[in-house]
């Protein structure tokens, strides 16, 4: 099926792009108190206009880094893969569409697991009183690629289940 063979990709990139925005902000984590503002990423920490990058990170962020740098190697090989079965269907004996069902199912699943390592223990300082913590936009947009990846991966083997009958 056609629309769905177009939706793969489409899917795809989308998902990598959200993951790629995610992965590289720093407003993962918003503190503000009294009229200091200091948000934070997975890489650095900006206190009001002034950045820096922390020599010594807890395990916590580098396994969300981690997890998400695999992800998103696994989301790009999934849409190179994709991309590449606009022009043929196997590499050697491997369908391409295969490789990017399973490549976008990989990613989901390591953007499911950093996400989740990330939450559960940044969970831990926004009880701290009196200082106002929430969650910025590029942690929503890192959970929003989870699901993404997840659906391209399924969009993919549907259009396959469809070009193959």
């Known amino acids: 099926m056609e629309p769905l ?3 793969s990709p489409t899917l795809a990139l989308l998902s990598l792009l959200l993951l790629l925005a995610a992965l590289g902000s720093d407003r993962w984590q918003l503190i503000r108190k009294n009229q200091v503002l200091l948000h934070s990423g997975l890489w650095k920490i900006c206190v009001n206009l002034k950045c820096l990058i922390p020599l010594k990170v807890p395990d916590r962020m580098k396994a969300s880094r981690g997890c998400l740098i695999l ?30 069902a399973v490549g976008s199912f990989s990613a989901g699943l390591c953007a499911t697991i950093a ?17 106002q913590v929430s969650y910025g936009w590029s942690f929503g947009v890192g959970w929003a690629a989870c699901p993404l990846f997840l659906l391209t991966s399924a969009v993919t083997l549907l259009s396959q289940q469809f070009s193959s009958s």
């Open 115 to 131: 996400m989740a390592v990330y939450t559960t223990e940044s969970a831990k300082t926004l009880t701290v009183a009196p200082t």
């Open 71 to 100: 992800a998103a190697l696994a989301g790009f090989l999934s849409f190179l893969a994709l991309v590449a079965s606009f022009f043929r269907s196997h590499l050697g004996s491997v369908s391409l569409t295969l490789v990017s």
């Open 5 to 7: 063979r177009i939706a």
